[in-house]
């Protein structure tokens, strides 16, 4: 062939090739933003501070909302092809992790964003989660912790104190477990995320770690061992039998057959009939949507008999900043859903949106007192400190202080991120709870199905 | 006629035909033979979807993947699956679709619609098929489990495709295994089925006619005049159903999803390469299960193939 | 073989002693048994491979919570039929169903791009194996027939890598392309086993009259040819139809460009999805290539069977 064909073929491909890789001609004055809050509703909410920030700075904002359970996925996809977003909002913990291990983070602009703000404006417990060698990898935005709701009408007539250690929440959930009532609702299933939480909620109050600062990996330990047993106790002998998930746990307590539950503070304006997809069930809340509310007790902090300390368990969601993005502009805009849009954030679900930035420098409570009275529930709504006690918001709010989770501080938070995916906790609590495995085979297994993750890391 | 320029009729036509074959060759090239490449140098990276853009193609090339891979107590369990389903399928298929095409090559009334009737099996998408057994044979609604309760007397259902190990007759055995094997059986017996029929009605009449005149039985008949004629027909499906069954990943992955036991190599590769975004080693791992393919084709050929190569 | 024959076989063989004539000879038993076993045999052959089948178009006449009441009824009394499930499964999915008339139309366009593209690249191709001798023309055909032997998978990797980097997953051409791969080698040998029989006087002809190698492939060779190009364009456009891995892993997160086996196998994992729909949905796919198949069988398996009788 002649060569000069050759030579005009060989140009072809490659600025063929140039061009899909180059990708599409960027607008110079948007940044894309992703953000897991995709539920129709709080995309509305965003939407219209994206364009308030657009009105105030001349950047234009591209949306996206990426489902949680689809993010890995669609945060690979993008990354093979070149078209991550400039910032990420709403990520939780191990999905920081998970993207800084991959060096896809721009992990200086948040620290210059705190500092903007004022850094003891912000919750230590937030900054201290968010960090890692000393570097602040993602702007934490609000907070949400985990709960065990109990009926407290139940709880005086048989005359029990409140739930928070393991013996006690046996000794309830035994007591309480008969007619058509059970004892307690938890969630059990071999892929569900809401599982793996509950339980790692309940480890840790039993001083059960993931893995240790060296790295060993110590799911199969004794103490995790016993918090199997007890998980599996309880969802066998005090629960409804077969798998429950994250709707099937809260319509059970809502509808009055159980005792006691275990779910995230979302639960708060759903339990206080605020949401009507979502009622409350019960015969007694027919006449009075929130009767359920001023029953229940709350309990935040859970101990085990193994640990020095009870254990309080949350998620602490946060805006990244990515390698590539426009840092200017992002560094803008998380400035802004930290300030001006911050209270309008938090009131897309403020019973889930605890903030994690008390106030600015003028006015340090501002953001924590004007949590109170935000507007909670998506039918009806009604400010959080007319529905409940101002005690357990304040709870709440320093619950979050004190937030464990696995992995983090120990510096795993690689692992934490990959197991995520394949959840081998669930999986081996869920065969256990069906019987096919003892806890201690339960342990042994999850500790090896680990240890196969961590491998195949290879760090 | 072309000038042929002192060139003679066979070096013109060699000509045209290397300039016939390019397209064709240089499409293969690009779609198969490049990527091939690609792989095999993917399986000596550290490569992972996410970071790609930043390691780039000539990265750190070494053999943690393979090491890694090897290592996986998981991988070899997987490797003996595969084995256990290739040599199984290999021969229900061949077996069943020996007595179909003996069954089906006298004359017979509505042939037609029984030879349309065994074929569908082969033709029906794998989409569909996986989806109607799994529906059979569903511990809550599967017409199996439903029967087996109500007329054999089973005190459960059976979890044909979720449950690793059963007792039958007092002996452990794989149950999801075992059925995922019968749907391989099931669905290409219909491949040795059509070779074997059309070698089967190729067959000298005068050799069973001689066969017949020297007194023999139907049995001693095939024994002696059919099989042989069948023999090479046989090896060739043998080698071609290993090969592809070995090489399988949507039968198994639609009916299981490779849990119950029933992991095979291709499953542990798809997997590595989407779930754990683990590129580098699913490429080391799809590396060594083509290697394992090639050495057993390398035995077979060497061993027993040596006449029949002559014929090619 | 009549009495008179077998009396004649005797009659040849070495005089022995003669025995008593015995009803129950180990040919007569055979026989027999084999007279007995065929059409038990053929029965269950019917039966194991159409049951699935008719269980399944049962099934997807059915309502679910019938299903549920009464899982191992096989006949559907006439007014408990419901055409619901397939109503179900063919609107789109903004009015609530599961919208398959999409996923069917992904599936045409990808398979008739790789009946097209395979055609066109695997004939020359072929005829330059069948016909023409040229160096390496043994190890050509080798190369193809070793490439169809390599797993899949191995092949799927690095095409996975490439798509995501060029952002084309999730785009029909690029799985049309993708699945040449698969198919051009199997086509290659198909069609030069069919041209090698094409009589070489007629081509020769064409040469006389002045064609060249093109010309005599489009205007001699293909014509001649028709069945057997009828045959591996429905090979392919089979193959491209059944085809899940590539499509799982190119289409698997943009819903609107699932082919019909990526929509089926993805649906038959959702909860919220009856099972009675979902069979609905394998009748959608089935139908249309089983009819296909079956209105060109004999093509088909005069394709597929061509090497075997040579033996």
């Known amino acids: 062939m002649p060569r000069g064909f050759i030579a005009a073929l060989t140009a072809a491909v490659v600025a063929v090739l140039g061009a899909a890789c180059g990708g599409a001609d960027e607008d110079r004055d948007t940044i894309t933003v992703w953000t897991q809050e995709n539920l129709p509703d709080r995309m509305a909410v965003q939407r219209e501070l994206a364009d308030a920030f657009t009105r105030r700075t001349g950047v234009r904002v591209r949306l996206v909302g990426v489902a949680e359970d689809q993010f890995s996925r669609v945060v690979r996809s993008a990354a093979a092809a070149g078209r991550l977003p400039d910032v990420i909002g709403a990520l939780p913990l191990a999905s920081?992790?998970?993207?800084?291990?991959?060096?896809?983070?721009?992990?200086?602009?948040?620290?210059?964003?705190?500092?903007?703000?004022?850094?003891?404006?912000?919750?230590?417990?937030?900054?201290?989660?968010?960090?890692?060698?000393?570097?602040?990898?993602?702007?934490?935005?609000?907070?949400?912790?985990?709960?065990?709701?109990?009926?407290?009408?139940?709880?005086?007539?048989?005359?029990?104190?409140?739930?928070?250690?393991?013996?006690?929440?046996?000794?309830?959930?035994?007591?309480?477990?008969?007619?058509?009532?059970?004892?307690?609702?938890?969630a059990v299933g071999p892929s569900d995320t809401f599982t793996a939480q509950t339980f790692e909620y309940v480890a840790l109050a039993n001083g059960c770690e993931l893995a240790g600062r060296d790295g060993r990996v110590t799911i199969g330990d004794a103490r995790c061992e016993h918090a199997f047993a007890f998980y599996a106790e309880l969802a066998r002998r005090y629960s409804v039998p077969g798998t429950q998930s994250l709707d099937s746990v809260r319509a059970t307590y809502f509808s009055g057959k159980a005792a006691i539950a275990i779910w995230s503070s979302f639960i708060l304006d759903e339990l206080a009939g605020l949401r009507s997809d979502a009622l409350p069930s019960c015969p007694e809340c027919r006449a009075d949507p929130s009767w359920l509310a001023r029953h229940t007790g709350v309990v935040t902090a859970l101990r085990g008999p193994d640990a020095a300390h009870a254990a309080r368990y949350g998620e602490i969601v946060s805006w990244a900043i990515t390698r590539e993005a426009d840092r200017d502009k992002a560094e803008r805009f998380v400035t802004y859903m930290m300030e001006a849009g911050y209270e309008r954030w938090l009131g897309m679900a403020p019973e889930g949106k605890i903030p994690v930035r008390t106030g600015t420098r003028d006015d340090p409570r501002r953001f924590a007192e004007a949590w109170d009275r935000l507007p909670a529930g998506v039918d009806r709504t009604r400010p959080l400190d007319e529905v409940y006690p101002r005690a357990l918001l304040d709870r709440l709010r320093a619950s979050v202080e004190h937030i464990e989770r696995w992995g983090v501080e120990q510096g795993q938070g690689r692992l934490v991120g990959a197991i995520m995916g394949e959840l081998p906790v669930p999986r081996a609590l869920s065969a256990l709870v069906e019987g096919s495995l003892t806890p201690r085979q339960a342990a042994a297994q999850a500790q090896r199905d680990v240890e196969a993750v961590k491998r195949g890391i290879r760090e | 006629m072309r000038r042929g320029r002192g060139r003679t009729l066979r070096q013109r036509e060699a000509r045209t035909g290397l300039a016939l074959i390019s397209p064709t060759f240089v499409v293969t090239l690009v779609v198969v033979v490049l990527p091939l490449l690609w792989a095999i140098m993917l399986a000596f990276q550290e490569a992972r979807l996410i970071n790609i853009r930043y390691t780039g193609l000539f990265g750190r090339y070494s053999l943690d993947n393979f090491r890694y891979v090897l290592g996986e107590p998981g991988f070899w369990r997987g490797l003996a699956v595969t084995l256990v389903y290739t040599v199984a399928g290999t021969f229900l298929s061949i077996a069943l679709g020996l007595v179909a095409a003996l069954a089906l090559a006298g004359p017979l009334r509505g042939r037609t619609l029984v030879r349309a009737s065994v074929l569908l099996p082969y033709v029906a998408p794998v989409v569909a098929a996986a989806f109607v057994w799994q529906v059979m044979l569903s511990p809550q609604y599967g017409i199996a489990n439903e029967l087996g309760v109500r007329l054999l007397g089973w005190d459960r259902p059976i979890g044909f495709l979720t449950q690793a190990k059963g007792e039958l007759l007092g002996v452990t055995v794989p149950v999801a295994l075992l059925t995922v094997i019968a749907f391989e059986a099931w669905r290409y017996f219909p491949f040795a089925f059509l070779f074997l029929l059309a070698r089967l009605q190729a067959v000298p009449r005068e050799l069973h006619e001689a066969a017949l005149v020297d007194g023999a039985t139907p049995l001693q008949r095939f024994r002696y005049v059919t099989l042989p004629q069948l023999s090479r027909v046989i090896a060739l499906l043998a080698v071609l159903r290993f090969v592809f069954t070995f090489n399988k990943f949507d039968d198994v992955y639609l009916l299981t999803g490779g849990g119950a036991g029933t992991e095979m190599v291709s499953i542990r590769v798809y997997n590595l390469l989407t779930a754990r975004d683990d590129i580098g080693a699913s490429a080391a791992q799809a590396v060594v299960l083509a290697l394992v393919l090639v050495l057993f084709l390398g035995v077979y050929l060497r061993f027993f193939a040596g006449p029949e190569r002559s014929a090619e | 073989m009549t009495a008179g024959d077998r009396r004649a076989a005797r009659a040849v063989r070495p005089s022995r002693p003669r025995r008593p004539y015995r009803r129950w000879t180990r040919d007569r038993v055979e026989r027999t048994a084999l007279r007995l076993l065929r059409p038990l045999v053929i029965a269950a052959l019917l039966l194991a491979t159409a049951f699935p089948f008719y269980y399944m178009v049962v099934l997807s006449l059915r309502d679910v919570q019938a299903l549920i009441l009464d899982p191992g009824a096989l006949f559907v009394p006439p007014d408990e039929i419901t055409l619901d499930t397939y109503r179900q499964v063919l609107t789109p999915e903004e009015e609530g169903g599961q919208g398959f008339v999409v996923f069917i139309r992904n599936s045409v366009i990808v398979s008739v791009a790789a009946v097209a593209l395979t055609l066109l690249i695997s004939i020359p191709g072929a005829y330059a194996v069948a016909r023409l001798r040229f160096l390496g023309r043994r190890q050509v055909h080798f190369l193809f027939l070793a490439v169809y032997l390599f797993p899949p998978i191995v092949l799927a990797i690095p095409l996975f890598v490439l798509f995501s980097l060029l952002g084309l997953r999730g785009s029909l051409p690029g799985l049309a392309l993708v699945y040449i791969s698969q198919t051009l080698p199997v086509t290659v040998y198909m069609l030069r086993n069919y041209f090698e029989t094409v009589p070489r006087s007629v081509e020769e002809a064409a040469a006389i009259d002045g064609c060249g190698p093109l010309a005599t492939i489009w205007r001699v060779t293909l014509p001649l040819s028709r069945p057997a190009l009828m045959a591996t364009g429905l090979y392919v456009f089979m193959i491209a139809w059944n085809e899940f891995l590539f499509a799982l892993l190119f289409l698997v997160e943009d819903r609107d460009r699932w082919t019909v086996s990526l929509g089926l196998s993805q649906l038959a994992g959702a909860i919220e999805v009856p099972t009675t729909v979902l069979m609905a949905g394998s009748v959608v796919l089935t139908l249309p290539i089983v009819i296909v198949f079956f209105a060109c069988e004999r093509l088909m398996t005069g394709g597929l069977t061509m090497g075997a009788e040579k033996g």
């Open chain 1, 96 to 186: 920081v992790r998970e993207l800084e291990a991959n060096d896809l983070l721009d992990t200086e602009t948040p620290g210059r964003v705190v500092e903007r703000l004022g850094r003891d404006t912000f919750l230590r417990r937030a900054l201290e989660l968010g960090s890692a060698d000393g570097r602040l990898l993602a702007v934490p935005s609000d907070a949400w912790v985990q709960l065990i709701l109990y009926r407290e009408d139940l709880f005086a007539r048989a005359g029990l104190d409140p739930p928070d250690s393991y013996a006690r929440l046996r000794a309830a959930a035994s007591r309480l477990h008969r007619g058509g009532t059970a004892g307690i609702a938890l």
